[in-house]
């Protein structure tokens, strides 16, 4: 059998994440904050005859994603081909657990997984930056999910800079039926005229180097969460019922429209994903922690 490289790949939740306004290709300046959790897409690569990029995809959008150049994942196995004068083809086989268009940056992910896995079939000599600067040309998201941990993000939300932070935070996710589209919920963000300052507030980083997950929980912040809400009045529900239920902080993900739900301890976060499971707004809960690291190889 053709040797198989195999890596995992986290999703990311933005602790907060401040919108400003769109530049002249339409992108806006953002300030965030990124954790990686452990809620991880698997990405596996072998060789093929020239000229062939292959998609499978198993689990979660399965039946709606597609697998051919409109797919990030192929677009990622192409330019690193292009760029390192690669000729060998490539089968990529990803199974996803990251929610699609949830605003966990699912599809990044499974990108940046393939510029680390194809690196490595293809023996390039790649470092980690060069990782990180090629998958910024793929999205704005896909860096950090080169990355990991945690991390400041400026600019797009490209321009990394990684930061120590104490102890786990514990999460419960409630992904919704249907996914929210990125470009929608910044429309609708510039519709409702809510750019503003992007910098971020001090005492949530303080909070993070302390480890006081309370203090974390009360300052989880997003400029996007009202854009989503106006798409989907649904998720303002979900949020409270989450918080009623025990959680120490809600907020929508990124784009949204999947809730991201703080809890103290794993005991609580069963107990609010138990509740939470029992809404009809609510397709599925997912528990995880977080910081984990980026993409990393498993074989
Ligand atoms: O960079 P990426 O292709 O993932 O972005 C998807 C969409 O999200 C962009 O086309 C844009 O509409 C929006 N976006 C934005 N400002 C950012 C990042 C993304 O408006 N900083």
């Not at 196995?77 to 996803?96: D, N, P, S």
Request: glycine share 12%; proline share 5%.
């Amino acid at each position: 059998m053709a040797e198989q490289i195999r890596v995992r790949v986290p999703a990311k939740v933005n602790l907060a994440l401040r919108v400003g306004r769109p530049d002249n290709e339409g992108y806006h300046a953002l300030g965030t904050i990124f954790q990686a959790v452990s809620l991880l897409d698997d990405v596996t690569v072998e060789a093929t005859e020239a000229g062939v990029f292959e998609l499978q995809i198993t689990g979660r959008g399965e039946n709606e994603l597609p697998t051919d150049d409109r797919n990030l994942a192929i677009k990622a196995a192409k330019l690193l081909a292009e760029r390192h004068q690669v000729t060998t083809g490539v089968k990529i086989k990803i199974h996803k657990r990251i929610p699609v268009a949830g605003g966990m940056a699912g599809g990044s992910a499974d990108a940046a997984g393939v510029l680390l896995a194809c690196s490595v079939l293809w023996d390039l000599d790649t470092s980690p930056d060069d990782l990180v600067n090629l998958a910024a040309e793929l999205g704005s998201d896909v860096p950090f999910a080169v990355l990991g941990g945690v991390a400041i993000g400026t600019g797009r939300g490209d321009r990394l800079v990684p930061i120590l932070t104490r102890g786990t935070l514990h999460w419960v996710f409630a992904t919704s039926g249907i996914g929210l589209s990125t470009p929608e919920v910044f429309n609708k963000f510039d519709e409702l005229g809510k750019a503003g300052s992007i910098e971020l507030p001090e005492a949530l980083l303080a909070a993070l180097a302390t480890g006081d997950v309370k203090s974390v929980a009360r300052q989880l912040s997003n400029d996007l969460q009202s854009a989503a809400v106006n798409l989907r009045p649904e998720l303002s529900e979900v949020l409270v019922a989450g918080r009623t239920m025990g959680a120490l902080g809600a907020v929508v993900s990124g784009s949204g429209p999947t809730c991201a739900f703080l809890v103290a301890s794993e005991a609580d976060g069963l107990k609010v994903a138990d509740g939470l499971g029992a809404l009809p707004q609510v397709e599925e809960t997912i528990r995880a922690f977080g910081p984990v690291p980026g993409a990393h190889l498993t074989n």
